[in-house]
């Protein structure tokens, strides 16, 4: 179609290059793909693969395949466009997908029915469904023209499924099926639609909804046709998805509707059928109608039991049971509710009975006299007594329709049962009962009748309430009548409830009021008898009245005590114990004579023995006001005033006049006195002092002056306070207040026998544990036993008061200074050991102290207390200020004595006292300086050189300097450092101080003093020319201060050093 250049190769100048290109003149390839497809020619293949080559593909589909395209006839263009559908194969997907797309409107593809179609019209031969007409219509036919094309085929399939070839319908195609199935109708190509949509309609293409919408009207799916028999094969149909129950529903309806006929339950919900059970239960209504007018075999039951099941128990039965029920009579209705009721055998208890609260209205169950009855109008048969005629005429007749059916008649049976059948009379059966034997008289059948209505009156239907009222008005009961001679027991009249006891309290009413002639007492609320000892105790109080009088000597025949006991103990059981002791045995103990009071009362304690502690000290606290025991001085007291004859102390002269005497009365009532005994004691009566007795007796002993006594009565209160009653607190706040204590006065004698000198409050006291701490400055408490209640222990303690420690051992230490002239001070071993004693507590408490430090405390200040080693090494210690102590020294403590002490190293208490008085591990430089300056008046050279050589050593640790520094000199005086020299050259002589000869020149050096020679060479560099005796240099300067003064003039021909003239002037 175009000229080209003819060249070995393309120019590389541009201005050489052609003026035309593919790429400007694109058109120029239609025009050359039209003359190849009219040549025809055999190489024709290989020139359309060079022009589809040309450019991109996307341009050469735009530009060139798509104008080509529309400009072909129909027998050419198939040709054509196989051979670029076969070149593109080598694209990627998405550029083929892109170009099946761009070709969507070019029908170039023969199909099965002669027609051409688009790519996107046309189903896959090999992987489309074949069921369906449309499908085979349009099946691609091409593999004639694919082999005449020479393009490969496999290529062609692959780019074609690629551009869109159908394998599957699309949405729009499925309503065409549809539609041909209706014209057609075909009952397998509909079933295979239906089944084809539901599962493969996730790949549909096309529109869904409007499709779906006509598929939901079209009457093409298969359908089963209702029938007149379960058992037979129902009749296919075409019908509306809308119109039909799904096939699981087939069962429930098959007589009255038509249900979808598919055995695959749909998974798509716009194919799923439009009618419910759910929805419409009235469906089943007709179909549970139909089948009740069959007889109730087998398969009739089957049919019903599925319809039962098809909804939930409450909607069935008032959505079709009580339905159907209104327009069915005689046996239908029965038939139709006895094989609900059967089928309703598995449902729970509630639901039952619920369900016969529902039928309750419906009249069906035929009964003796032929009339239809409710369910709970009806006797069970078998359950029900048989005593009662109304019972008899109400007994469902069941058993023979129940027999001709294959009904299980044990469930029937039981669901009529929890429906409310009567197995019971009801409460207007009872009355009428009741009224009946009244008027016969019997006794005995009155008696039955309360005792069946107490023991089943759960069971009993009906109106209760009126019933019950009607009950206890009437006068039905049997009832005994009051007696003086004997408990009667058989029954004489009728009386209405609420005038008689029960049974169960006839024995304690039996002499003066009538109870209930029954066996039992009735349980039932409403027939109980209306009088009863709770709400009627004056009832009791006569019973006791009569009791007691029977053994009165005034009775025409007087019984004897003890005989009433028996019944006595039934009244008292009656009530609860602290009432009936209220309520009955005081008012009636009151009104008796002394002797007869105290027997009747210890009758009502021996009873009392079976109760609980906590009941029986209850008892004591009601008769804590009531006087009734005879006690030994003739008095007759409450039982909280007197006192046990065995168990209590004998001490006290209260306790002997008021000991109880009841033996005679115990005796004569017959009673248990080992109980007696015991409940008294519950009750109160005493068995030691009370607190109130305790305060009496002190107050006693202190007027007595008896330290004997108190200590007994100290001791007694310690041992017993747990046990004593009475006001606890005001008593205990009494005896710390009076001084009453036994108490020791401070001594100087430690060794002395601890014996009460003195009467003191406990509040003055320390405890006897503390005497070893203060035996010397206060006095203790002096009893043999360590107090342990509380209130009872002395009022001071050394924790809260340690500064009582502290006058401990500055009495201590004072004793010692006052022993004799030593100096330091030094005690004994004894002594040492109360030092130890009063030390070991007071360390503790050092922070309690009202001085910061035990060093500085006003009472030790400056005192020698702090035990150290005595400096003759005799045993005990030796007495120093805690300021002039240390833990070690240079010299031994021999050697420091008296001026500083070494801490006995080995005694443990000593050691902790004097760390908490910080005491140094060596002498401070500081004491030691003080302690050495205090030598110059008393001359001890020895102890001042010691101190002095100890003074060094601190200095050279780093202690600081002293202000204040003396030393001992070689004339045996104690001078300031300044004006002592060290020694070191002893050809000058003179009258100067030189230090002591045992003080080392380093240890002199580290106290301050200055070298003779190193003055010597001072004066010397000052320039002098000479020295006088005196130490004055001519033209010099005065020495420095510190130094040294009044050096001797150098001797004649030479100088201080003891050099030679000439020598110095060179």
Request: charged share 25%.
């Given at each position: 179609?175009?000229?080209?250049?003819?060249?070995?190769?393309?120019?590389?100048l541009h201005e050489l290059k052609p003026g035309r290109t593919i790429e400007a003149e694109p058109t120029v390839?239609?025009?050359?793909?039209?003359?190849?497809?009219?040549?025809?020619?055999?190489?024709?293949?290989?020139?359309?693969?060079?022009?589809?080559?040309?450019?991109?593909?996307?341009?050469?589909?735009?530009?060139?395949?798509?104008?080509?395209?529309?400009?072909?006839?129909?027998?050419?263009?198939?040709?054509?466009?196989?051979?670029?559908?076969?070149?593109?194969?080598?694209?990627?997907?998405?550029?083929?997908?892109?170009?099946?797309?761009?070709?969507?409107?070019?029908?170039?593809?023969?199909?099965?029915?002669?027609?051409?179609?688009?790519?996107?019209?046309?189903?896959?031969?090999?992987?489309?469904?074949?069921?369906?007409?449309?499908?085979?219509?349009?099946?691609?036919?091409?593999?004639?023209?694919?082999?005449?094309?020479?393009?490969?085929?496999?290529?062609?399939?692959?780019?074609?499924?690629?551009?869109?070839?159908?394998?599957?319908?699309?949405?729009?195609?499925?309503?065409?099926?549809?539609?041909?199935?209706?014209?057609?109708?075909?009952?397998?190509?509909?079933?295979?639609?239906?089944?084809?949509?539901?599962?493969?309609?996730?790949?549909?293409?096309?529109?869904?909804?409007?499709?779906?919408?006509?598929?939901?009207?079209?009457?093409?799916?298969?359908?089963?046709?209702?029938?007149?028999?379960?058992?037979?094969?129902?009749?296919?149909?075409?019908?509306?998805?809308?119109?039909?129950?799904?096939?699981?529903?087939?069962?429930?309806?098959?007589?009255?509707?038509?249900?979808?006929?598919?055995?695959?339950?749909?998974?798509?919900?716009?194919?799923?059928?439009?009618?419910?059970?759910?929805?419409?239960?009235?469906?089943?209504?007709?179909?549970?109608?139909?089948?009740?007018?069959?007889?109730?075999?087998?398969?009739?039951?089957?049919?019903?039991?599925?319809?039962?099941?098809?909804?939930?128990?409450?909607?069935?039965?008032?959505?079709?049971?009580?339905?159907?029920?209104?327009?069915?009579?005689?046996?239908?209705?029965?038939?139709?509710?006895?094989?609900?009721?059967e089928w309703a055998g598995s449902w729970k208890e509630t639901e039952i009975k619920e369900m016969g609260a529902?039928?309750?209205?419906?009249?069906?169950?035929?009964?003796?006299?032929?009339?239809?009855?409710?369910?709970?109008?009806?006797?069970?048969?078998?359950?029900?007594?048989?005593?009662?005629?109304?019972?008899?005429?109400?007994?469902?007749?069941?058993?023979?329709?129940?027999?001709?059916?294959?009904?299980?008649?044990?469930?029937?049976?039981?669901?009529?049962?929890?429906?409310?059948?009567?197995?019971?009379?009801?409460?207007?059966?009872?009355?009428?009962?009741?009224?009946?034997?009244?008027?016969?008289?019997?006794?005995?059948?009155?008696?039955?009748?309360?005792?069946?209505?107490?023991?089943?009156?759960?069971?009993?239907?009906?109106?209760?309430?009126?019933?019950?009222?009607?009950?206890?008005?009437?006068?039905?009961?049997?009832?005994?009548?009051?007696?003086?001679?004997?408990?009667?027991?058989?029954?004489?009249?009728?009386?209405?409830?609420?005038?008689?006891?029960?049974?169960?309290?006839?024995?304690?009413?039996?002499?003066?009021?009538?109870?209930?002639?029954?066996?039992?007492?009735?349980?039932?609320?409403?027939?109980?008898?209306?009088?009863?000892?709770?709400?009627?105790?004056?009832?009791?109080?006569?019973?006791?009245?009569?009791?007691?009088?029977?053994?009165?000597?005034?009775?025409?025949?007087?019984?004897?005590?003890?005989?009433?006991?028996?019944?006595?103990?039934?009244?008292?059981?009656?009530?609860?114990?602290?009432?009936?002791?209220?309520?009955?045995?005081?008012?009636?103990?009151?009104?008796?004579?002394?002797?007869?009071?105290?027997?009747?009362?210890?009758?009502?304690?021996?009873?009392?023995?079976?109760?609980?502690?906590?009941?029986?000290?209850?008892?004591?606290?009601?008769?804590?006001?009531?006087?009734?025991?005879?006690?030994?001085?003739?008095?007759?007291?409450?039982?909280?005033?007197?006192?046990?004859?065995?168990?209590?102390?004998?001490?006290?002269?209260?306790?002997?006049?008021?000991?109880?005497?009841?033996?005679?009365?115990?005796?004569?009532?017959?009673?248990?006195?080992?109980?007696?005994?015991?409940?008294?004691?519950?009750?109160?009566?005493?068995?030691?002092?009370?607190?109130?007795?305790?305060?009496?007796?002190?107050?006693?002993?202190?007027?007595?002056?008896?330290?004997?006594?108190?200590?007994?009565?100290?001791?007694?209160?310690?041992?017993?306070?747990?046990?004593?009653?009475?006001?606890?607190?005001?008593?205990?706040?009494?005896?710390?207040?009076?001084?009453?204590?036994?108490?020791?006065?401070?001594?100087?004698?430690?060794?002395?026998?601890?014996?009460?000198?003195?009467?003191?409050?406990?509040?003055?006291?320390?405890?006897?544990?503390?005497?070893?701490?203060?035996?010397?400055?206060?006095?203790?408490?002096?009893?043999?036993?360590?107090?342990?209640?509380h209130e009872l222990m002395p009022g001071r303690d050394v924790k809260a008061e340690p500064d009582i420690l502290?006058?401990?051992?500055?009495?201590?230490?004072?004793?010692?200074?006052?022993?004799?002239?030593?100096?330091?001070?030094?005690?004994?071993?004894?002594?040492?050991?109360?030092?130890?004693?009063?030390?070991?507590?007071?360390?503790?408490?050092?922070?309690?102290?009202?001085?910061?430090?035990?060093?500085?405390?006003?009472?030790?200040?400056?005192?020698?207390?702090?035990?150290?080693?005595?400096?003759?090494?005799?045993?005990?210690?030796?007495?120093?200020?805690?300021?002039?102590?240390?833990?070690?020294?240079?010299?031994?403590?021999?050697?420091?004595?008296?001026?500083?002490?070494?801490?006995?190293?080995?005694?443990?208490?000593?050691?902790?006292?004097?760390?908490?008085?910080?005491?140094?591990?060596?002498?401070?430089?500081?004491?030691?300086?003080?302690?050495?300056?205090?030598?110059?008046?008393?001359?001890?050279?020895?102890?001042?050189?010691?101190?002095?050589?100890?003074?060094?050593?601190?200095?050279?640790?780093?202690?600081?300097?002293?202000?204040?520094?003396?030393?001992?000199?070689?004339?045996?005086?104690?001078?300031?450092?300044?004006?002592?020299?060290?020694?070191?050259?002893?050809?000058?002589?003179?009258?100067?101080?030189?230090?002591?000869?045992?003080?080392?020149?380093?240890?002199?050096?580290?106290?301050?003093?200055?070298?003779?020679?190193?003055?010597?060479?001072?004066?010397?560099?000052?320039?002098?020319?000479?020295?006088?005796?005196?130490?004055?240099?001519?033209?010099?300067?005065?020495?420095?201060?510190?130094?040294?003064?009044?050096?001797?003039?150098?001797?004649?021909?030479?100088?201080?050093?003891?050099?030679?003239?000439?020598?110095?002037?060179?």
């Open positions: 179609v175009a000229p080209t250049l003819v060249a070995a190769a393309d120019p590389s390839l239609v025009d050359q793909v039209k003359q190849l497809v009219e040549s025809a020619a055999t190489n024709a293949l290989e020139h359309f693969r060079a022009v589809f080559g040309a450019l991109a593909p996307a341009r050469i589909l735009a530009e060139v395949v798509v104008p080509v395209s529309a400009s072909l006839p129909e027998a050419k263009l198939a040709n054509f466009l196989l051979t670029f559908l076969e070149w593109s194969g080598s694209w990627k997907e998405a550029e083929i997908k892109d170009m099946g797309r761009k070709l969507a409107s070019v029908n170039w593809i023969a199909v099965e029915d002669g027609g051409r179609c688009a790519i996107l019209e046309t189903f896959d031969p090999e992987e489309s469904p074949g069921t369906f007409s449309v499908v085979k219509a349009r099946r691609a036919k091409i593999a004639t023209v694919i082999k005449d094309a020479g393009v490969r085929a496999e290529v062609i399939w692959r780019v074609l499924r690629l551009c869109g070839l159908k394998k599957e319908i699309t949405w729009e195609d499925a309503v065409e099926e549809a539609e041909s199935i209706m014209k057609d109708k075909d009952l397998a190509r509909a079933e295979k639609l239906y089944a084809h949509v539901d599962k493969h309609h996730a790949k549909f293409t096309g529109a869904r909804d409007p499709s779906l919408e006509k598929l939901q009207k079209l009457e093409w799916v298969p359908a089963k046709s209702q029938a007149k028999d379960g058992d037979s094969k129902p009749v296919v149909k075409l019908a509306a998805i809308s119109e039909l129950f799904p096939a699981s529903q087939q069962r429930l309806v098959w007589a009255v509707a038509a249900s979808l006929s598919v055995e695959i339950e749909p998974t798509l919900h716009e194919l799923k059928p439009g009618r419910n059970i759910q929805k419409e239960p009235g469906i089943l209504v007709d179909q549970v109608r139909q089948l009740a007018e069959k007889p109730i075999k087998t398969a009739t039951l089957d049919h019903l039991r599925v319809a039962f099941g098809a909804l939930t128990t409450a909607r069935v039965l008032k959505e079709v049971v009580l339905p159907a029920a209104t327009s069915l009579t005689g046996d239908k209705l029965a038939n139709l509710l006895l094989s609900f009721l529902q039928l309750s209205a419906v009249a069906w169950i035929p009964g003796k006299d032929g009339k239809p009855r409710a369910i709970n109008d009806c006797f069970d048969p078998e359950t029900s007594p048989e005593a009662f005629s109304i019972v008899k005429e109400g007994r469902a007749q069941l058993s023979t329709m129940l027999s001709e059916s294959d009904l299980r008649s044990d469930v029937v049976w039981r669901v009529c049962r929890l429906c409310g059948m009567k197995t019971e009379l009801t409460w207007a059966d009872a009355v009428d009962e009741a009224e009946a034997v009244v008027r016969d008289k019997d006794f005995e059948r009155a008696g039955h009748l309360i005792s069946h209505l107490d023991k089943n009156h759960a069971k009993l239907a009906g109106e209760r309430a009126p019933a019950l009222e009607k009950l206890q008005s009437i006068a039905w009961v049997p009832a005994t009548a009051p007696s003086l001679e004997a408990e009667a027991k058989e029954a004489t009249q009728f009386l209405p409830l609420k005038s008689v006891f029960p049974p169960s309290e006839r024995k304690l009413v039996w002499a003066v009021a009538p109870s209930l002639a029954v066996e039992t007492v009735p349980t039932l609320q409403e027939l109980q008898p209306g009088k009863k000892i709770a709400s009627e105790i004056s009832v009791l109080v006569e019973q006791v009245r009569a009791l007691t009088a029977m053994s009165d000597a005034k009775a025409k025949t007087p019984r004897p005590f003890k005989d009433c006991v028996e019944h006595l103990r039934a009244v008292f059981a009656s009530l609860a114990p602290s009432k009936v002791l209220s309520d009955v045995v005081l008012p009636v103990a009151k009104d008796l004579e002394e002797a007869e009071k105290t027997r009747f009362l210890l009758a009502f304690l021996e009873w009392a023995g079976s109760l609980k502690e906590t009941e029986i000290k209850e008892l004591g606290n009601q008769l804590a006001t009531f006087k009734w025991i005879p006690t030994e001085d003739g008095t007759v007291h409450e039982v909280k005033a007197c006192f046990d004859p065995e168990e209590s102390p004998e001490s006290f002269g209260l306790v002997r006049q008021r000991r109880a005497k009841i033996g005679p009365s115990v005796t004569e009532a017959g009673l248990r006195s080992d109980v007696v005994w015991r409940v008294l004691r519950t009750c109160g009566i005493k068995r030691d002092i009370s607190w109130e007795d305790a305060v009496e007796e002190a107050e006693a002993v202190v007027a007595d002056k008896d330290f004997g006594r108190a200590g007994k009565l100290f001791a007694h209160l310690d041992k017993n306070h747990a046990q004593l009653t009475g006001g606890r607190a005001e008593a205990l706040e009494k005896l710390k207040t009076l001084a009453w204590v036994p108490a020791t006065a401070p001594t100087t004698d430690p060794e002395a026998e601890a014996t009460a000198s003195e009467f003191s409050a406990l509040k003055e006291l320390f405890p006897p544990s503390a005497r070893k701490l203060i035996w010397a400055v206060a006095p203790s408490l002096c009893v043999d036993v360590t107090p342990t209640l502290v006058e401990q051992v500055r009495t201590l230490a004072d004793r010692a200074a006052e022993g004799g002239a030593k100096n330091p001070p030094c005690v004994s071993l004894e002594a040492l050991e109360h030092f130890r004693d009063a030390f070991q507590a007071l360390v503790p408490l050092i922070p309690k102290l009202s001085s910061p430090t035990l060093v500085d405390h006003p009472r030790l200040k400056g005192i020698p207390f702090m035990p150290c080693l005595p400096p003759d090494d005799e045993s005990g210690a030796a007495l120093f200020p805690a300021k002039r102590t240390a833990f070690s020294a240079q010299h031994n403590h021999r050697s420091l004595s008296p001026a500083i002490g070494i801490v006995k190293p080995m005694d443990h208490t000593i050691k902790m006292l004097a760390e908490t008085c910080s005491v140094p591990k060596e002498p401070a430089a500081r004491v030691l300086a003080e302690t050495l300056c205090a030598q110059a008046d008393t001359g001890n050279v020895d102890l001042a050189v010691t101190l002095a050589i100890e003074l060094a050593g601190r200095i050279r640790a780093q202690e600081e300097r002293p202000a204040c520094i003396m030393v001992p000199t070689t004339t045996d005086s104690i001078e300031r450092v300044s004006t002592v020299y060290i020694d070191d050259a002893p050809w000058q002589q003179g009258n100067i101080a030189r230090l002591h000869p045992r003080i080392s020149a380093d240890d002199g050096k580290m106290l301050g003093c200055t070298s003779v020679r190193a003055e010597l060479i001072r004066q010397c560099e000052e320039g002098g020319e000479g020295m006088t005796m005196d130490g004055a240099i001519a033209g010099g300067s005065p020495p420095p201060e510190g130094g040294a003064a009044g050096l001797p003039r150098a001797e004649v021909d030479g100088d201080a050093f003891g050099q030679e003239a000439d020598l110095v002037s060179q």
